[in-house]
């Protein structure tokens, strides 16, 4: 952004408002009358707004660069420096601070010292008359700069950019990423804003808490047995649209992202502990109609995955994993406490291995 072509001054704190539009935000859906409480809360879920919060009492209020901001009313609402809005605010604002105090995680020592009242009185800005001013600026320092913001917030921020008409390599170019990279987070923002647009999905449902793990959908969308599933082709990325999914096949964008996400609504947990294997493993489920109603009737991935396997790659692998505990068992043997309950399971496990050995030996022959 060419700051020489836009305003810039001080402006009162107090003049400024946080961007609900931003794309650290919108992982919680808040609406357009969401308080500040919700938005620091919000934010604090994806950014350290305490680190920011200990540097200004230490430091006061260094500018190292300018917010930037475009002007609403009589206010500014502002489009880059949110996370520093938020711990200016909870600088000045005691009752604000204390009831945030458990998600901040750290207690602000008061009275705030004058200096650093001061120093947060009027905040340097850069004005712009139009948000695709500062596009370009502030998609490099999150995307691919310095401050990088979470897959989801990049996905939201490039999909909007996309949708007001910019092209994909445009898009790339400025923000300093690759067009594959930029298209795979556009991809997979429009499944996902299809599912909630249809109210097959919601962000706020999951069951998998914490940072919303955006990249286990477009990493999924990447995979030939997720597409086959939704019924997206190979080369669908190619025209992306607005609504990828077709309408007979929502229903089972729903199954993709309940399983891999978890819906409190429909009590289901999310199957998705980590990426890899996690997520190539239901993608092969899914290309199973059978393992696919076994993991509906289970939650149990790795229960519905066996449906997929040889009977006798099945027996295998069972049997090496038992294999491997019991050797740990014999290890630790001596530290059995004499317990009668562990001992008529050991001898319950014994009269199960002689049986297997008597089948094996039975089909052997």
Same mark, same amino acid.
């Given at each position: 952004?060419?700051?020489? +072509?836009?305003?810039?001054?001080?402006?009162?704190?107090?003049?400024?408002?946080?961007?609900?539009?931003?794309?650290? $935000?919108?992982?919680?859906?808040?609406?357009?009358?969401?308080?500040?409480?919700?938005?620091?809360?919000?934010?604090?879920?994806?950014?350290?707004?305490?680190? $920011?919060?200990?540097?200004?009492?230490?430091?006061?209020?260094?500018?190292?660069?300018?917010?930037?901001?475009?002007?609403? /009313?009589?206010?500014?609402?502002?489009?880059?420096?949110?996370?520093?809005?938020?711990?200016?605010?909870?600088?000045?604002?005691?009752?604000?601070?204390?009831?945030?105090? +458990?998600?901040?995680? #750290?207690?602000?020592?008061?009275?705030?010292?004058?200096?650093?009242?001061?120093? @947060?009185?009027?905040?340097?800005?850069?004005?712009? &008359?139009?948000?695709?001013?500062?596009?370009?600026?502030?998609?490099?320092?999150?995307?691919?700069?310095?401050?990088?913001?979470?897959?989801?917030?990049?996905?939201?921020?490039? &999909?909007?950019?996309?949708?007001?008409?910019? !092209?994909?390599?445009? @898009?790339?170019?400025?923000?300093?990423?690759?067009?594959?990279?930029?298209?795979? $987070?556009?991809?997979?923002?429009?499944?996902?804003?299809?599912?909630?647009?249809?109210?097959?999905?919601?962000?706020?449902?999951?069951?998998?808490?914490?940072?919303? !793990?955006?990249? #286990?959908?477009?990493?999924?969308?990447?995979?030939?047995?997720?597409?086959?599933?939704? /019924?997206?082709?190979?080369?669908?990325?190619?025209?992306?649209?607005?609504?990828?999914?077709?309408?007979?096949?929502?229903?089972?964008?729903?199954?993709?992202?309940?399983?891999?996400?978890?819906?409190?609504?429909?009590?289901?947990?999310?199957?998705?502990?980590?990426?890899?294997?996690?997520?190539? #493993?239901?993608?092969?489920?899914?290309?199973?109609?059978?393992?696919?109603?076994?993991?509906?009737? &289970?939650?149990?991935?790795?229960?519905?995955?066996?449906?997929?396997?040889?009977?006798?790659?099945?027996?295998?692998?069972?049997?090496?994993?038992?294999?491997?505990?019991?050797?740990?068992?014999?290890?630790?043997?001596?530290?059995?406490? /004499?317990?009668?309950?562990?001992?008529?399971?050991?001898?319950?496990?014994?009269?199960?291995?002689?049986?297997?050995?008597?089948?094996?030996?039975?089909?052997?022959?």
């Amino acid at each position: 952004m060419a700051t020489g +072509q836009h305003e810039k001054r001080s402006i009162d704190a107090t003049d400024l408002l946080f961007d609900i539009k931003n794309p650290r $935000l919108v992982g919680e859906r808040l609406s357009e009358k969401a308080d500040d409480i919700q938005i620091i809360t919000n934010l604090a879920e994806g950014a350290d707004i305490a680190e $920011l919060v200990i540097s200004i009492e230490e430091n006061t209020f260094v500018d190292f660069e300018p917010i930037v901001v475009i002007e609403e /009313g009589d206010k500014f609402r502002v489009l880059e420096g949110n996370r520093r809005l938020a711990a200016i605010k909870l600088l000045q604002d005691e009752k604000l601070a204390q009831q945030v105090v +458990q998600v901040l995680k #750290h207690s602000i020592q008061r009275p705030v010292r004058q200096a650093v009242l001061d120093s @947060i009185k009027k905040i340097p800005a850069i004005i712009v &008359t139009k948000e695709a001013d500062a596009q370009s600026y502030i998609g490099f320092k999150h995307i691919n700069g310095p401050h990088k913001w979470t897959s989801f917030a990049k996905a939201k921020f490039v &999909t909007t950019w996309f949708k007001n008409g910019t !092209g994909i390599d445009e @898009i790339a170019r400025k923000v300093g990423d690759k067009n594959q990279t930029v298209k795979d $987070l556009i991809a997979g923002m429009l499944v996902l804003e299809q599912a909630e647009e249809e109210e097959v999905f919601d962000v706020q449902d999951r069951t998998k808490r914490g940072v919303f !793990g955006f990249s #286990h959908l477009y990493t999924a969308l990447n995979r030939k047995e997720y597409r086959d599933y939704i /019924g997206l082709k190979k080369d669908w990325t190619e025209n992306l649209v607005t609504s990828p999914v077709s309408t007979g096949d929502v229903k089972k964008l729903k199954t993709v992202l309940q399983y891999m996400y978890g819906s409190k609504k429909d009590n289901i947990e999310s199957v998705i502990k980590s990426q890899n294997p996690d997520l190539k #493993h239901l993608g092969v489920v899914f290309s199973n109609p059978i393992a696919t109603q076994v993991l509906q009737d &289970t939650n149990n991935l790795e229960t519905a995955l066996e449906e997929t396997e040889e009977k006798s790659a099945v027996f295998e692998r069972t049997l090496i994993s038992a294999n491997t505990q019991l050797q740990k068992a014999s290890a630790n043997v001596s530290n059995y406490n /004499g317990a009668e309950a562990i001992m008529d399971m050991a001898k319950n496990m014994e009269r199960m291995i002689s049986l297997i050995i008597n089948n094996m030996e039975s089909v052997s022959k």
